[in-house]
């Protein structure tokens, strides 16, 4: 299986002097194709600090971060966003939905961003929202919606465009059980069907049955 | 990103709406404001600028058209020995009493012209014409004046400063800045009739006619140089300095200049306020957006597109009530000036007061870190 994403020795420390926190200490970690990658680790040990950091969209104190093998810790902030929109899919604990937008246009939005021809957006938008089961719901605004159509939504959105890496902060964190396995299986189907590297944070015992690999976090430092 | 700045202003309409009021409130403001005030100056150099003329000379000191003062008339002699000079003639202006039918009186301009060249002569006419004036007390007055003075019919008879004088005709869209009625009369009746008011042998202007506008400045100069009494001006400099007096020297300029910032303040204040408001609201979702790959650009091009919408929108609906409440605001006797160019301006001084206000929005968004969007 070919790695895709790796972090080697990154830290992360928020704040200066006294007060200072030592959020990531020293973590190297890999994420590889056709895989589901999990982390756990209980709250506060560094978690969501470390998934911003693999998804370029925090800097490490120290440390490196590649994706294909280029490192990409070095590269000016203007490099970011557009490494983001090429690598990474985000699928985030509270939806993050645009609630002026209906599902599928939230689809179509990242679409948009992504692509330079606009050409066939909608239909494409709708081809994603009947991949993850929400083809009948496409023309909802999120206040209409339930909590696991939401997060459908939400993987939807971030599968829009392709990209090669999905990353999910406790994508389960706000569904009931039944809607959190379904969602679960969803993630990992994908990593299986459509070769891409997936990394989720979670708490859920059911994802820790499904994962392909776990790394459990402590104190902000990977537990062997 | 226009697409998702229209999805989301046509989804919140409530704050739509308050940002519109703003905008209108400006517009409106704004628009009154300078077309009142440009009606205002149109009003005061019309006669200026409707006499074919291209130089105007006055007694030293003249501040604007309606306070000239006499000088002797001769002096055309002057003017016309110029080889420049195609023709020149004489204009009186001076001020009198027209007693009203209901016993009161009331004060009008007076405007002597030649009836023989039509110099000076009220230059739109509803009916009569301005020959009629010529050899005896007669006299048109402009149609606005109906107000004041009551019916006017032609043939009826007014005292004017204690002597008869038939009206003959009625003119249109003479108004002077100090919206006492305009009446015009022959030049020779002034001196014959009205003597008290201005003295045998005097006038209040004489203008000319050049063959040859290149040589304005020349020509200008050369009369300073011969009729060292008098100020001689070229038709623009008198319409400027008419201009400047009531603006700058009556301090009327800055009443209205002052009411239309204001307008564009309030209505700044509310656009930004709504802008903000709506920014702090969405913050969450332009942290989305950037930790999904978009920059801080494709984020500045979605507020500025909602603001220039709101713009547009909200200066069209202005506009509109301006042009609906014209007729009712030039019934009551104020004039305002409009033009494409008046429109176009005040469009673009509105969009970048909008533009300006969304500054602090713009702000938030350039300091907001996308890690945001991973906190519930
Ligand atoms: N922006 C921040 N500033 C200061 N401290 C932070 C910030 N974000 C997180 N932390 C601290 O870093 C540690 C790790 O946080 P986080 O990565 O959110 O952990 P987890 O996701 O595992 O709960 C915590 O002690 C948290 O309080
Ligand atoms: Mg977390």
């Known amino acids: 299986m070919t790695v895709i994403l790796e972090a080697e020795g990154v830290s992360k420390i928020y704040g200066k002097g006294e007060n200072s926190i030592l959020a990531v200490d020293d973590v190297s970690l890999s994420v590889r194709r056709n895989e589901m990658l999990l982390i756990m680790g209980p709250s506060g040990s560094g978690k969501t600090t470390l998934l911003s950091i693999m998804g370029c969209i925090l800097h490490p104190t120290s440390g490196e971060v590649r994706i294909e093998g280029k490192a990409v810790t070095g590269l000016h902030e203007d490099a970011l966003p557009d490494i983001r929109k ?53 023309h909802f605004y999120p206040a209409d919606m339930s909590g696991g159509e939401k997060q459908r939504v939400a993987f939807a959105r971030a599968l829009a465009g392709d990209p090669p890496i999905i990353m999910a902060d406790e994508p389960t964190a706000n569904l009931d059980s039944r809607t959190g396995q379904d969602v679960l299986k969803l993630l990992r189907d994908m990593s299986e069907e459509s070769h891409k590297g997936i990394v989720i944070v979670s708490h859920d015992p059911k994802a820790e049955a499904l994962a392909h690999r776990v790394v459990f976090l402590e104190d902000g430092r990977i537990r062997s | 990103m226009l697409w998702l700045a229209l999805k989301t202003l046509i989804h919140e309409k409530g704050r739509m709406v308050i940002t519109l009021t703003g905008i209108i409130f400006s517009t409106v403001l704004t628009l009154t404001q300078v077309s009142m005030y440009l009606g205002m100056m149109g009003n005061a150099t019309a006669v200026i600028r409707h006499v074919n003329a291209d130089i105007w000379v006055m007694s030293k000191n003249v501040q604007n058209f309606d306070f000239a003062n006499p000088f002797p008339e001769d002096r055309i002699n002057r003017v016309r020995s110029s080889a420049d000079v195609v023709w020149a003639d004489r204009l009186i202006l001076t001020w009198g009493f027209l007693k009203l039918a209901g016993g ?23 009916s009569g014409k301005p020959a009629d004036v010529k050899g005896g007390r007669y006299f048109i007055i ?70 040859d506008r290149a040589r304005m400045q020349e020509v200008v100069a050369g009369l300073r140089n011969s009729m060292k009494n008098n100020d001689v001006l070229t038709t623009e400099e008198f319409v400027n300095k008419t201009v400047y007096y009531w603006t700058v020297q009556t301090g009327m300029g800055m009443g209205f200049f002052l009411t239309a910032i204001l307008g564009l303040i309030v209505g700044g204040a509310i656009v930004g306020q709504t802008v903000y408001a709506n920014t702090m609201e969405h913050l969450r979702e332009y942290g989305t957006l950037k930790a999904l790959g978009a920059r801080n650009s494709d984020i500045y091009s979605v507020i500025f597109s909602q603001v220039a919408i709101s713009a547009v929108a909200g200066f069209a609906a202005g506009s509109v009530i301006i042009l609906f409440l014209r007729g009712g605001i030039e019934k009551a006797g104020v004039s305002l000036y409009l033009s494409p160019v008046i429109f176009g301006s005040i469009f673009c001084v509105i969009l970048v007061t909008c533009l300006l206000s969304a500054f602090f929005s713009i702000r938030k968004v350039r300091t907001l870190d996308p890690v945001t969007v991973f906190r519930t």
């Open chain 2, 104 to 126: 009161g009186q009331e004060q009008v301009q007076i405007i002597g012209f030649n009836p023989d060249t039509g110099v000076g002569a009220p230059w739109e006419m509803v």
């Open chain 1, 86 to 138: 090429q690598y990474f899919g985000f699928v985030f604990q509270a939806f993050n939905l645009f609630p002026s937008l209906r599902a599928v246009e939230n689809v179509e939005l990242v679409l948009r961003l992504k692509k330079t021809d606009k050409t066939g957006i909608r239909a494409e938008a709708l081809e994603l929202l009947k991949k993850v089961g929400l083809g009948k719901r496409s």
């Open chain 2, 142 to 211: 402009d149609k606005t004046a109906e107000k004041r003075l009551g019916g006017l019919t032609l043939g009826t008879l007014w005292e004017l400063n204690e002597n008869r004088f038939k009206l003959v005709g009625l003119s249109q869209g003479v108004k002077s800045f100090t919206t006492a009625p305009v009446l015009f009369m022959a030049y020779n009746e002034v001196h014959n009739v009205l003597s008290g008011l201005v003295r045998q042998n005097q006038t209040s202007y004489i203008v000319a006619k050049l063959k």
